[in-house]
């Protein structure tokens, strides 16, 4: 099953759509049939099962619709599901791009109408339904990064995809706006309490679930070093100095985001009530 993971670029393309920059765009195959999409600095997963394609976030309606015609080409199978990660805009958005859809998946406490498409299953915690030869257990990781976000694992590819709340090798999407890092830690950890071999990030390369221990890991550290210095008295400029992070200095966005996640970090720190 690992034979073909990475090793074959199906179809990558650059195409304009009009706007003065050119989207980029690229099918990579990971598994024989789990797939992964990018468009630009959104990625999203799609399944064949044998019996109809299983689809993920459309990020934005020109991706969804451009994604809708290879896959067409690629399979001659018509798209059966869609399941979304969360309901965030830059994930979510554009889901009308992939036409019709019989069955659409949501967590519970998404919007009843998703940028115009109406989930037709919802579920809290956790559930599991097969297509063709594949099957998909979707598990809500609770709040933190939203309230509606989700891990999907393909089986027997043993394949996750996996949004925003951990990334490979890659720290955290700048200063954690608004969220509860607490939660969110707890959100990584259930990500790490499941069980498969390969991750698709919603940004980023595809990892391994190593990947996400190694998240949780940087996480405890940044939480631990911003919440000693605050304790110290040490003001969020000087923990900017002084939190290097320096295990993590290969990781993307190390010289982007580092001192956003220390910022990120000391506010939670700060308005919970953690300092005192
Ligand atoms: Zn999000």
């Known amino acids: 099953m690992k034979r073909s993971i990475l090793t074959a670029i199906l179809l990558a393309s650059v195409m304009g759509v009009g706007s003065a920059q050119d989207v980029k765009r690229e099918i990579t195959q990971v598994t024989d049939d789990v797939y992964r999409f990018q468009n630009r600095f959104h990625v999203n997963m799609f399944v064949l099962t044998g019996d109809g394609v299983v689809v993920t976030d459309p990020i934005n309606d020109d991706a969804a619709a451009w994604l809708r015609t290879e896959i067409g080409t690629l399979t001659g199978q018509p798209i059966t599901d869609l399941i979304y990660s969360h309901s965030h805009g830059d994930h979510a958005s554009g889901g009308e791009g992939y036409g019709e859809i019989a069955n659409i998946v949501a967590q519970q406490n998404a919007p009843a109408v998703i940028d115009g498409v109406k989930p037709t299953i919802r579920f809290s915690d956790r559930m599991s339904f097969t297509r063709g030869d594949k ?142």
């Open 135 to 276: 099957t998909f257990e979707l598990t809500y990781l609770g709040p933190g990064h939203g309230n509606d976000l989700i891990a999907i694992v393909v089986r027997p590819d043993n394949v996750a995809f996996v949004v925003d709340a951990v990334s490979s090798k890659r720290l955290f999407y700048r200063d954690f706006p608004g969220a509860n890092l607490d939660q969110w830690i707890e959100q990584v950890r259930k990500i790490d309490s499941l069980e498969f071999e390969v991750m698709i990030g919603g940004h980023g390369p595809v990892g391994v679930k190593s990947d996400v221990g190694a998240g949780i890991a940087y996480l405890e550290e940044l939480r631990a070093e911003v919440l000693k210095g605050l304790k110290a008295g040490k003001s969020v400029d000087e923990l900017k100095q002084s939190v290097t992070m320096e295990k993590y200095k290969d990781w993307a966005a190390y010289d982007n985001w580092r001192e956003l996640n220390v910022q990120g970090m000391a506010r939670y720190l700060s308005e919970s009530g953690a300092v005192q």
